[in-house]
């Protein structure tokens, strides 16, 4: 019997050390130490906003925003609040009778504007905030509102009546064309796109930021998912959370693909407070 127990429990370690051989994700903080997920869950917890950056079409992404979730609802409960990127804001009152029951899946498949991987990768969120009727706040400006910044800057906004205009930032958001990633898209693309490229990013930044701190109560924690471009460097999202709430604690995730994820490459040092770093040949969802 005792022979047998070893040969199981050698059976084990064998196969425990050859599952982490392939590791699907390493985390690590924004120095590029290696950090344990429920570190993380406990000092994301000691926040006022989480902005989870992530790759849209990655799986791992996706699998720990519910498992992040899941573990923040843990320690905070009602007092949980999430909100997404990947609804707009004038989907908010369809998204609301989806919550509370009142239409089905099929309904809000076509009422709202859902992005195409809704079913596999938000949909579980939606759920878990409907199942356990937590808010989910639509954070994004409708797309045709940044379409128009990107042709006519913001001030194309101006002739919008009052209740399309209470979808998005209050106008005209502050704007600094010097925040680094604002700059670098102004450099790479002014040749083809024109100096409002950057602006028109910069609004989805700001009625997201608006969003969040709108609907964020006290003792409360915001969850956010977002492109990682949206919050990568504190930027984006953060930059406006810090410019009308510099009060609020706001802790940031990104997601970061490399052939090596054994370390953290140099040029995803610091870009977020905790860094999912997944093999660049990870299955993709779409």
Known sequence: ???????????????????????????????????????????????DVVLFGESHNNPI???????????????????????????????????????AGEIDQ??????????????????PLVDFAKDNKLKFIAANVPRRYAKMVFKG???ALDSLPANEKAWIAPLPPAYDPEVPSYKAMLTMMEMHMGPNFPKAQAIKDATMAHFIMENLSKRALFLHYNGSYHSNDHEGIGWYLNHHRPDLKVMT???????????????????????ICVPEDMTTTY
């Open 61 to 99: 992404s996706h699998w720990l925003e519910l498992q992040v979730t899941k573990d923040l609802y843990a320690k905070k409960g009602k007092r949980l609040i999430l909100g997404a990127e990947m609804i707009e804001q004038d989907n908010q009152d369809v998204l609301d009778q989806y919550l």
């Open 106 to 123: 099929k309904a809000l498949d076509s009422l709202a504007r859902l992005w195409p991987n809704h079913k596999t990768d938000y949909k």
């Open 153 to 155: 800057g913001f001030e």
């Open 1 to 47: 019997m005792k022979k047998i127990t070893t040969f199981i429990l050698l059976q084990f370690i064998i196969m425990a050390t050859f599952a982490q051989s392939k590791p699907a994700y390493i985390l690590y903080n924004s120095k590029g130490k290696k950090v344990k997920y429920k570190r993380m869950i406990k000092k994301l917890a000691k926040s």
């Open 253 to 275: 995730i990104t997601t970061v693909s490399q052939k090596d994820i054994s370390k953290v490459l140099e040029e995803n040092l610091g870009s977020a407070d905790y860094i």
